[in-house]
């Protein structure tokens, strides 16, 4: 709808109030402006979308642009706290897992550590896991790094202190779980009717914009008779 607005219907108003030498308030210049590049330089418009979005892949290619793309995305409100709470299930839903198999916990942390696919909680494990080596308690060292709520450390410390720590880590994956649905169910019943209001506010700020001239157009219209 944007795209249209721009290269269809803003250009025949721009010719309209050029034809009268009317006198354009600042946003429907800017509009103008925006719709003259978009509908002269599609090519390069698109190619420059393409080269950046080629940017953003090599860059986050890279650790440290994976890293600093995973943490702003920690950061977000709302899908932040979502996706933190979702590596969190997965790292100890895994965690419980391989514990409960019987796997050595050194090689647990480091099969946890491929598994959450967020470059900031693999840091934090990667450092925990040199922390336990070092003769911290897995708790302990997890509490190090700043990374993990208290809420699931305090599962973890629990879990090792009572020798129970694959079935106390395994409610800790429940309750991040739970704290995912229920987001999740939250955003699914706000989604459509936010979407409606984020499409009538650009829609109508372009078309309020495009209109502003014309409250005038009688003036206009009389100064270009001049």
Not at 40 to 62: D, G, P
Not at 79 to 91: A, D, E, P, R
Not at 113 to 134: C, D, F, G, H, L
Request: net charge neutral.
């Amino acid at each position: 709808v944007v795209w249209v607005l721009f290269y269809f219907i803003i250009p025949k108003f721009a010719g309209v109030y050029a034809s009268y030498e009317a006198d354009l308030p600042g946003p429907t210049l800017v509009a103008i402006a925006i719709s003259d590049i978009v509908r002269h330089n599609v090519f390069f418009v698109v190619l420059i979308l393409i080269a950046a979005l080629m940017a953003f892949f090599l860059f986050y290619l890279s650790d440290k642009g994976r890293y600093i793309v995973d943490s702003i995305a920690l950061k977000i409100p709302v899908t932040g706290s979502l996706l933190k709470n979702s590596v969190m299930s997965k790292f100890a839903r895994t965690f419980s897992i391989l514990m409960f198999s019987g796997v050595p916990i050194m090689d647990t942390m480091e099969l946890v550590e491929n598994v959450v696919q967020n470059a900031v909680v693999e840091s934090a494990v990667r450092k925990a896991r040199i922390m336990v080596k070092e003769g911290y308690s897995v708790a302990g060292a997890f509490k190090k790094t700043g990374i993990f709520p208290p809420t699931l450390l305090q599962l973890m410390a629990t879990g090792e202190e009572t020798g129970d720590m694959d079935n106390l880590l395994g409610k800790a994956a429940d309750f991040f779980e739970k704290l995912v649905d229920s987001v999740i169910d939250r955003l699914t019943s706000l989604i459509e009717p936010l979407l409606i209001v984020l499409m009538a506010v650009v829609v109508g700020g372009i078309i309020i914009v495009i209109y502003l001239p014309i409250f005038n157009l009688g003036l206009a219209m009389t100064a270009g008779n001049k």
